[in-house]
């Protein structure tokens, strides 16, 4: 498992502008489109609490998840961690 997933719709503008922000830095993360795939859906509603897109699921290094919604917060969080 990637320790970033990214919950999203393929035609969702905001989870687009999501998946142009995790290509131009060389991230490994799984992308799951929750629109698509009842597993994926209950995964988002399971452990993020809603039914939302773009959610960023990271998994810490104590085994521990954490979900964020809002594609600009992503972006920040992924610039302030993985910018070179």
């Given at each position: 498992m990637?320790?970033?997933?990214l919950y999203q719709h393929k035609a969702c503008p905001f989870c687009v502008k999501m998946r142009r922000a995790i290509k131009r830095q060389?991230?490994?993360?799984?992308t799951r489109d929750n629109k698509r795939c009842d597993t994926a859906r209950s995964e988002l509603v399971a452990g993020g609490g809603r039914l939302?897109?773009?959610?960023?699921r990271i998994e810490e290094a104590?085994?521990?998840?954490?979900?964020?919604?809002?594609?600009g917060d992503?972006?920040?969080?992924?610039?302030?961690r993985f910018a070179g």
């Amino acid at each position: 498992m990637s320790p970033l997933t990214l919950y999203q719709h393929k035609a969702c503008p905001f989870c687009v502008k999501m998946r142009r922000a995790i290509k131009r830095q060389p991230l490994a993360t799984e992308t799951r489109d929750n629109k698509r795939c009842d597993t994926a859906r209950s995964e988002l509603v399971a452990g993020g609490g809603r039914l939302k897109v773009p959610c960023l699921r990271i998994e810490e290094a104590s085994g521990e998840s954490r979900w964020m919604y809002e594609s600009g917060d992503i972006i920040r969080y992924l610039e302030g961690r993985f910018a070179g």
